[in-house]
């Protein structure tokens, strides 16, 4: 991935079809630098960060994966901790092919640990599956794609 996210409001809109305006969190200076004038659909910055897992904090926890009409994959990790590297970007992956479906989602435990520990979360990646406000599955550990992605499929 280019670049970091600076919480700047930046409009990207399609230089070849008519679309609807879209918004998105990304780095402006930098897209400016690459595009000049940012596109949707040449750009694949917006793509990236269209694909995104959720973040989960304290404050929207409740309302994203315990009020949830839909199942939820929440990612426990830290920036610290190797194999939740390993599985972030497979994470990122079932975000996008659950779009619509499914919530997918992470959760900084060394910004949230009150939520980790009220989980039971010792061990770092662990991944839960949310299903009625309910912890349905569970993954300790480095998974492949297509565990997580049976994890899912059974909350459906």
């Known amino acids: 991935m280019i670049g970091a996210v600076y919480g700047v409001m930046f409009r990207c809109v399609c230089w070849l079809t008519p679309v609807p305006t879209v918004s998105v ?3 402006a200076p930098l897209a400016i630098e690459l595009y000049g004038e940012v596109k949707a659909e040449n750009c694949f910055i917006l793509q990236i960060f269209n694909t995104m897992a959720i973040e989960i904090t304290n404050s929207n926890f409740d309302e994203l994966v315990l009020n949830s009409d839909k199942p ?23 975000s996008n092919d659950y779009a619509g479906r499914a919530v997918v989602g992470k959760l900084n435990v060394d910004e949230h640990g009150d ?28 998974a492949p794609k297509n565990v997580l992605a049976a994890k899912i499929d059974a909350a459906l």
């Open 115 to 142: 939520i980790a520990g009220r989980f039971g979360i010792r061990n770092i990646p662990t991944l839960l599956v949310f299903k009625g406000g309910q912890v349905v599955d569970k993954q300790v550990g480095v």
């Open 25 to 27: 969190y990304l780095c």
């Open 72 to 94: 939820v994959l929440v990612d426990f990790w830290a920036e610290w901790c190797g194999p939740c590297r390993m599985v972030g970007p497979v994470v990122e992956e079932l």
